[in-house]
């Protein structure tokens, strides 16, 4: 008995000692001193023997069995101590990092510059109204005085997302909206995005973004329109900018005008910015044609009016020397953090 003893002792200060985790810990602890352990069991065997013995194997069973119990708290103790060790090296502050700051968002470029567009044109008495990106034919081209098989339709290449149903290749279709709603006198803005099939290079890109402007009312003429357009210019760029107006096309304005500003650059010399040219070119502009207004429902005879369509992302980029379009889309915080 006194054998089986020393041999159970033996195997569970050997499994102590291989034990790695506490889970090996809490077997061991059942197998030997639990209440169907090994050492218990020993004890219940004592029965059989003498009185005198009885003492004496008793006490050595108690020996060994706080033998074992003290070998394993030992290990449990060391097998903590192991892991908060671990853990405090793994959770180790290093003091000398640099601060997680706090970073506030701000405005986009494109927004600060349209902001300062709404102003200008607020101060002159100009709502602003908004209109679907997604929009039909008949509001895209149709009304204004493009048909089906106008040629002009090719340069607005357009994405199409059902028959008749389009994203939108101007804001000027919010401003037919506006002329269906409102009655004259009429003086509103619509910024907004605008869609156009276009091939992506440092000055294109399929998706951008216009200020289109409307004044319908009784006696409007190309002075007003001159006005207005020579006014914006010289706020946006300063009072000694030159404006010119060059004759153009569009469908649905009549007649129509483009207009360029002296280079803000290099004051018209010419230079990289302006191509040479000393002059740049912002917007396009016309009297509204007299079927717009009647496919409005409002009489040319009465009424006149003049329309403009600006190119926000140009304005953005002269005004900061920006030298691709394609960095106001890619949402770059590195680049965005300069404005
Ligand atoms: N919608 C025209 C364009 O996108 C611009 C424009 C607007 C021209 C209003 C004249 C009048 O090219």
Request: aromatic residues 6%.
């Amino acid at each position: 008995m006194k054998q089986q003893l020393e041999q159970i002792k033996t195997a569970a200060l050997s499994a102590i000692a291989a034990a790695e985790n506490s889970a090996d810990c809490e077997n061991i602890r059942v197998k030997y001193l639990g209440k169907k352990g090994e050492l218990t069991a020993i004890l219940k065997m004592m029965g059989g023997l003498s009185p005198e013995e009885r003492p004496i194997m008793g006490q050595l069973v108690n020996t060994a069995k706080a033998e074992v119990d003290e070998a394993l708290s030992a290990k449990v103790n060391e097998m903590n101590e192991k892991a908060t060790e671990l853990k405090l090296k793994e959770e180790t502050i290093d003091i000398t990092m640099p601060a997680k700051t706090d970073k506030t968002g701000k405005l986009h470029p494109l927004n600060t510059v349209l902001n300062d567009m709404i102003d200008i044109f607020q101060s002159m008495g100009f709502d602003v109204v908004d209109g679907p990106e997604v929009e039909t034919d008949h509001y895209n081209f149709e009304c204004l005085n493009v048909p089906a098989d106008h040629p002009a339709r090719d340069m607005q290449d357009t994405f199409y997302l059902a028959e008749n149903i389009l994203l939108r290749t101007q804001t000027s279709a919010a401003q037919i909206r506006t002329m269906e709603t409102r009655k004259p006198p009429i003086r509103v803005i619509c910024p907004g995005r605008v869609f156009r099939a276009d091939e992506v290079d440092a000055t294109h890109s399929p998706v951008f973004h216009q200020i289109e402007g409307l004044v319908v009312d009784k006696g409007v003429t190309m002075c007003d329109l001159k006005g207005v357009l020579e006014q914006f210019a010289h706020e946006i760029y300063g009072p000694d900018t030159k404006v010119k107006f060059r004759p153009s096309f569009f469908p649905f304005t009549e007649p129509s005008v483009e207009v360029d500003v002296s280079c803000s650059e290099c004051g018209g010399k010419g230079c990289r910015v302006c191509k040479g040219a000393g002059w740049i070119e912002i917007l396009g502009a016309g009297m509204v044609h007299p079927n717009v207004l009647r496919s409005c429902g409002i009489d040319p005879e009465e009424y006149s009016g003049f329309a403009f369509g600006i190119g926000l992302d140009r304005l953005t980029t002269t005004r900061y020397k920006i030298s691709d379009i394609r960095l106001l889309f890619e949402n770059d915080k590195r680049f965005l953090d300069q404005f």
